[in-house]
Structures are given as C-alpha cells and as structure tokens.
C-alpha cells in the first residue's frame, strides 16, 4: 500500500497547530494550559472536552476519545488515515510524497474525485457568468432581483443559470475534453439520456462542502412543468445529508454567534444572510438529518428553525426539534408573521425587517405546549389525554432528568393538571418503549481494569524523557497484564522512531482502554507534580514484584529438586546461588528504597 513516509508524518503533525485545527470544530475557552469545549463525539451539556496543545493531543472524560491532530480530524471527517494526513498538510501548506506500492484502484478514485471538484468549480463560474453576462440568463436574473437579491448577494452565493437547451451543456463539456465516460458519474446528466443534462431554464445554486469547495448544485424552475427545486444525485464528493447549504459561508458566524438558523430552503437562507444573519444554512432538498444536526453541534448549541408553518413545516419542526435533543442542541422556534417563509418575508417587509424578526424566538417548549393546546382544546379528559399523548415523544428525547421534570411541572400548571399524575402517566409512557436489556455472553469484551501497574505504564508514556532514562531496567515480562504487556512495547516502538509523547503513546497502543487511560491521566497532568519520583518509585515496584516472582519460582525448584532428574541441567548449588543473588537485588531495592 501506498503511505505516507514516518518522517513526513511526524512533520505535518508537528506543524498542525492542534488547537486552531479542533476550533474550525469546536468552540474552545483557554483554561490555564489547555483549552477546554463541548465534546463534538457525543451530547453533552457540560465541557469535558480538553485539548493539550503543549504535548499536542485532546481527549474527552466523557466519551473517552482522544489522540493527536491525525486522529481528530479523522474522527470529525470520517475519513481515513492518510486522507486526514492529506488534509492537514494541505491546511499547512507542506508538500506530500508517497513510498511503497501504488494502490490504483485508490489513485484512480482520488483523481475521479479531484476531478470532481474541478469540474463543478469551473461550472459554477460558467453558470454565473450565464446569469450575469449572457442574454440567455437574463430572466433569471430578473427573477433573482425581484425576490430582493442584491447583486452583491447575487455575486456572494454564486448563482447562476442553466440554459434551456438541455443537450449544450454535454457539448459544452465534451469540447473542454471531458471524457463520455467520466460526464456520465458526474451527477450531471440523466442515467437514461446520457446527452440530456438534469438542469434546464433553472436558477442555480452552488452548493459547498464545508471546506468550501463545490460538489453539487441545486435549480429552481423558473418556467413550465416540472418539480420547483432538483438537486444534484449524489456522487463520490456528495451525500445529501451530511451537507448543508451555507455551511461554508455560515460556519465562522456561527461560531461567533453560537447558533445557527436552519430554514427550508436555499432562498430562505439567502434571505437572512442579504439581512445580515449570516448564520443561516438549509438542508439539501431533504428533511432535516442526525447527520446534519451532529454537523450544526460542532460550531454551536444553538439551533433556530425557521420552517413554514403549514402542516408540513410544523411537523418538519418537531421532527428537529427530537434530533437537536438528541445531538445536544438547544432548539428555538422562529415563526415569521403573516405565515410567511423569510424569503417572501424579506421580499415583502425588506431586509431589516426580517433581521428584526429574526430576533423573536420562542423555546421549543413553547412551542411544543402550543401545539399541544389544540388538542387540549377538544375538552375533558379526552383533551388532557390528547395533549399529553402529544408532548410525551418529545420529553422522552430530553437527556436531561432535569429538563424532563421542568417540562412535565409546565405541561401540568399549563392544562391544570395534577403534576403526580402527570409523572405516572410518563413514567407508563417510558416503560411501553422501553427495550429489554440484551442477554449478557461469555463473549462480552473484558474491560481493561486500572492499577499500579498502569499507572506506571501512563507516567512514562506522559513523560518520555523518564521512558528513554528507566527502559534499560525495565522489560515488558514484567507487566502481567497481557495488555499492559503490549502498551510497554507500543512506548518502545515510540522511542525507536523518535516520536515521543502521550499522543502518540496512545495511537501505537493497540487496547483501546488502555489508550484512553493513558490520555485521560494525561489530560488531569495526573503525574505532573514529581513525575520523576513517581516513575523511580514505581519501576522499584515492578522490578522488586518482578523478581519476587522469580524467587518464588526458585524456591519452589529448589525445594522439589532431583539431582537424578534435574543435575543434568543445573545443580543445586548454582540454584541456590541464584536465589542469593535475587535476595541480594531485592535487599538493594529495600535500601534504596529506604534511603528516599
């Protein structure tokens, strides 16, 4: 397999400033010598994601990952190893070179991707320039600016148009020598009709990852039949439900603000970013996702949903209400007046208007509770009932104990009803739902247990300089532990290659416990206040256990020996011999122990 050489490696980590990596991710506060965020892995109300810059790794105490830069932004990406060591020497600007064997399947995707990217690039500044200098992109254009689209805004977003005739962009794109066969997994053209491009007489959206680049595009119809918007199919650079609209242009903004507004649709956003809420982003012709909700929470826990308020937006509403619970957001409602959407809105009231609107927002428990009392509303027992059946889905997605009890006391003074019997009635609810626990096997992973022994594993892994100074009276028989066994090689296999400290400790160290045990006592600086003593302390410990071991052996041997069995292969007396020297080494230890 092709990789990246150990040396090249241990540069572009070295030159990857960890914490301006974690923060395109996460908000970060400084907390003396680490920064401290919420954890993007898992939902949380409270910090416990901690980034050590000075020995370059970060590490959760709630869900227990951690590593260095590589691994973060592996996980943040789901990607690969060397696709996240591709990225970060991109961000670094350090040139890549590739040993071993070519894997051409891998370099052949790649370059479809790459080529990908260019593609849609370049066909984003011809649909622009269609809309903007071409006759044929004139009605579109016209149409932009009657829904109050500045043409900074117009230029901001890079819309464009797609012409009419729907075989020219396939001729077009075959006399730039595109190949038949690449145009073909574009997603730019029908499956069915190879010639026919899926974009005709539409206004188009570019449409970003969030590193910016473009991978697809969204159209709006602008005349006849056919559906209002379409999107790209998805393909090897796009997956509808991992992106949002926006995102790209949105993301420091959200940062800034720790929010985000989520609308319907691609105008809808456009709309608040033309009125200065440059915090607004919209899924991609689909229902809001998990993905995308996990995708919001990794640059704010604020979520503010503008959708329609019909039947449908309402419903679309609660279903991201559940799914901003469940990723650790905090969901508000935005209802525009009029049952107007924003773009429609802003079309009719102007821009600062709606930024004024934007403003007024109700906790989605307000909401919730107002949909309930149309249901309450029928009256009696059967209304209570109603409503009740209505808002306890909703108060089960609450992670928080607290929250659910806040909410169950509003509900009840809310509908005039006992809070007692409100709790009952939940409670019945949870249980109806709730799965039996699975039936526990021998096969279930044994977790690794901490002790003495691992904490002496840790120390050294956290201070390198104290692995390099006591490896030469240390040897991994010494570590019972299977596991423990295999960490004290991981830390050898680190020193040999020069690449020392707790990150990478954790990376070489196959037993993912041990791993995070070693990252989590160094994120607490567990052994930062003597480490040398500590470390002194309990390589005596181990060394002194280690050959009590061996004398207990000894003596057993000696104590069963045969000089007709055993003198061919030892006498009694280098038996004995060895035992006094072992009783000599465990003296030492003693007096130096003693002497501390």
């Known amino acids: 397999m092709k990789r990246i050489p150990e040396a090249l490696v241990r540069d572009i980590v070295s030159r990857s400033d960890i914490v301006g990596v974690v923060k395109e991710y996460v908000r970060l506060e400084k907390r003396g010598a680490r920064w401290l965020g919420l954890c993007p892995f898992h939902n949380e109300k409270t910090p416990s994601f901690n980034v050590n810059p000075e020995r370059g790794f ?4 709630g869900c227990k990952k951690g590593g ?3 691994t973060f932004v592996k996980e943040i990406e789901k990607c690969g190893y060397v696709e996240a060591l591709e990225r970060l020497a991109d961000r670094a600007g350090i040139p890549l070179r590739y040993e071993g064997v070519d894997d051409a399947a891998a370099d052949d995707e790649k370059k479809r991707r790459d080529a990908i990217y260019e593609l849609y690039e370049r066909l984003a500044g011809s649909f622009h320039h269609l809309l903007t200098e071409d006759a044929r992109g004139k009605p579109a254009l016209d149409y932009a600016r009657a829904r109050g689209l500045s043409d900074e805004v117009i230029a901001s977003f890079r819309l464009g148009y797609a012409p009419g005739d729907r075989t020219w962009l396939r001729r077009f794109l ?3 020598s595109y190949s038949p066969e690449f145009l073909a ?6 499956a069915k009709y190879p010639e026919v491009c899926i974009f005709s007489d539409r206004l188009m959206f570019p449409i970003h990852d969030a590193r910016g680049r473009c991978v697809a595009f969204g159209g709006r119809l602008l005349a006849g039949d056919g559906p209002k918007y379409i999107n790209s199919p998805e393909t090897s650079v796009f997956r509808k439900h991992e992106n949002l609209f926006g995102l790209s242009k949105a993301a ?3 940062r800034d603000h720790g929010r985000a507004v989520l609308c319907e649709g691609y105008m809808d956003a456009i709309a608040f970013h033309a009125a200065g809420v440059d915090y607004a982003v919209a899924p991609l012709g689909t229902s809001f996702t998990e993905t995308q909700a996990a995708v919001v929470k990794r640059y704010a826990d604020t979520v503010v949903l503008s959708f329609d308020t019909d039947q449908a937006g309402v419903k679309a509403a609660e279903r991201a209400i559940g799914l901003a619970e469940k990723a650790g957001l905090t969901a508000l409602v935005l209802k525009i007046p009029d049952g107007k959407d924003p773009a429609e809105f802003a079309q009719k009231y102007g821009h600062e208007r709606l930024k004024k609107e934007a403003e007024s927002t109700i906790t989605a428990e307000e909401f919730l509770l107002g949909n309930a009392a149309v249901a309450f509303s029928r009256g009696g027992t059967e209304g209570v009932a109603a409503a009740f059946s209505y808002l306890f889905p909703f108060i089960a997605e609450y992670t928080s104990e607290l929250r659910r009890d806040a909410f169950l006391e509003t509900a009840a003074s809310r509908f005039s009803v006992d809070p007692a019997s409100v709790r009952a009635d939940f409670a019945r609810f949870l249980d109806r ?3 039996r626990p699975p039936t526990r096997t021998d096969t279930t992973e044994k977790a690794f247990t901490p002790g003495p022994d691992a904490e002496l594993l840790a120390a050294l892994a956290c201070h390198p300089a104290l692995y390099a100074q006591f490896r030469a009276v240390l040897d991994p028989s010494f570590f019972e532990d299977e596991a423990l066994r295999s960490g004290y090689i991981a830390l050898e296999e680190c020193f040999r290659r020069d690449d020392p400290g707790p990150a990478a400790a954790a990376a070489a160290i196959q037993d993912g416990s041990l791993s995070a045990f070693v990252l989590d006592r160094a994120a607490t600086g567990a052994y930062d ?5 500590f470390v002194a302390d309990g390589v005596l410990r181990l060394k002194e256990q280690a050959i009590k071991k061996r004398v207990q052996k000894l003596v057993a041997r000696i104590r069963d020996y045969d000089e007709g069995r055993d003198g061919d292969e030892v006498s009694l007396n280098e038996l004995l011999y060895e035992k006094m020297h072992l009783d000599g080494e ?3 230890i003693k007096d130096e122990r003693n002497g501390r």
Request: aromatic share 14%.
């Open 174 to 176: 075959l006399g730039k």
């Open 185 to 190: 997994s574009s997603g730019l053209f029908s």
């Open 58 to 61: 970060f590490y959760c105490f």
């Open 586 to 588: 465990l003296t030492a």
């Open 433 to 435: 739902g709730r799965p």
């Open 252 to 254: 420091k903004s959200i």
């Open 529 to 533: 206040a003597d480490p040398q003593r």
């Open 68 to 70: 260095d830069v590589v």
